[in-house]
DNA sequence: TAGATTGTTAATCGATTAACAATC
DNA sequence: TAGATTGTTAATCGATTAACAATC
């Protein structure tokens, strides 16, 4: 039972959250929990975490609470965690190997069919058991097995072509590392920011502006 | 002039994207832009783009718009970009690595002093003319040193211990990348946390909750 | 049953949008 | 001067918090 559709932005940013930390728990084998216990290691107040979880039609229980592991498959569920989708990574340098390796690591939802890069120096690596491919084979590749989703790694300086390569091949869906904004331009299309810059000058601002 | 103190966190949260735009708009030779052209760029409204401006004194002018340069400047300085603070790098893996070379590869705010790692196999390293030291040495090189900020670029299974050494040396700055919740437990605390597995995560909701 | 805690409604707070006088 | 565009005030919208009846 899902009320769905009424999940406004800042519930579902919160989200994931709730899903890292609902896995801690049931690592510490904690099965119940309260929102009031759950707000304290969300840094939330409880009022807004049984508002947050009502809208997709409250798992709890009067008296007791929620149960963990349960709060957690359904909040994976609404996330989509289940899904496979295939994936290609654009950029196998530093970042694009540890995005790889993440992805790779344990069983995720965009499973990475292939790693495209430029540099002779890197094509042919092997990236856990996937070998980087040239990114001229690109649309030879796109053609042939229609990943769904690709993942921006290049650098700034290359994301622009490389993105009109892609949504030109009928690629809609990315996430971005680039430092290149994309989704201003292009409506029919979902993309996830990952600006490591933006998260490095909000980190300044703190510091810099901090009272003390 | 700087009437500050009421910035209210949304709108930091947009001054990386605006400085990020400036700096494009100037590299590009446009030398004056009006709220309206620059809410188009920046995917908001004109209206939130002047109330945004506003809040830190207004430096436009009626009828002409706003000057790039001294708009950039400006945000820059609000930001905290021309401050130095001396930084150092837990964790080189790929993720580390990644991130070292960015902070190294121009002239940022962070300057990055020492790097530590426990694999034997990555201390000795080089990154960018940064020596990658053993973590044993972390005390030693701190009450030295003086660093202000840590980036946290370790596996998540290291983080706790990690973030308690640290916090133990008197560092109370901090990006994080581990995926693990440090700012939950200190208020005396800055933490920029930096999680991919959250983007991932908000990605798959919206990819699998898209209307198509 | 009594105590605890939910789900939900109403009240508050804050952020975004609209409108417009000021002015370059 | 006329046109453009700001900075700011007021109106709207949305998100968070508070309160409480329902109920396990």
């Given at each position: 039972m899902n009320k769905q559709g009424n999940i406004s932005m800042p519930v579902i940013r919160r989200l994931p959250k709730y899903y890292r930390t609902l896995s801690e728990l049931l690592q510490n084998d904690i099965t119940r929990i309260s929102s009031k216990e759950l707000s304290i290691r969300l840094g939330l107040t409880a009022s807004q975490i049984r508002q947050d979880l009502s809208c997709f039609g409250g798992f709890g229980q009067q008296g007791y609470g929620y149960k963990v592991s349960q709060l957690k498959q359904e909040i994976g569920n609404i996330l989509g965690m289940n899904f496979k989708y295939k994936t290609i990574l654009l950029g196998a340098g530093n970042l694009g190997k540890a995005v790889a390796m993440y992805m790779l690591s344990?069983?995720?939802?965009?499973?990475?069919c292939g790693i495209f890069d430029k540099d002779p120096n890197i094509i042919g690596k092997d990236i856990n058991n996937i070998t980087v491919s040239n990114i001229d084979e690109l649309e030879n590749f796109c053609n042939i097995n229609k990943p769904e989703v690709a993942i921006i790694c290049v650098p700034k300086s290359n994301a622009a072509p490389t993105f009109d390569r892609l949504y030109a091949l009928g690629i809609k869906n990315y996430w971005n590392?680039?430092?290149?904004?994309?989704?201003v331009m292009h409506d029919d299309v979902i993309v996830e920011n990952t600006h490591i810059s933006d998260s490095f000058m909000t980190l300044c601002y703190l510091i810099s502006n901090q009272k003390n």
């Open positions: 344990k069983d995720r939802s965009l499973s990475i590392f680039s430092n290149y904004d994309f989704n």
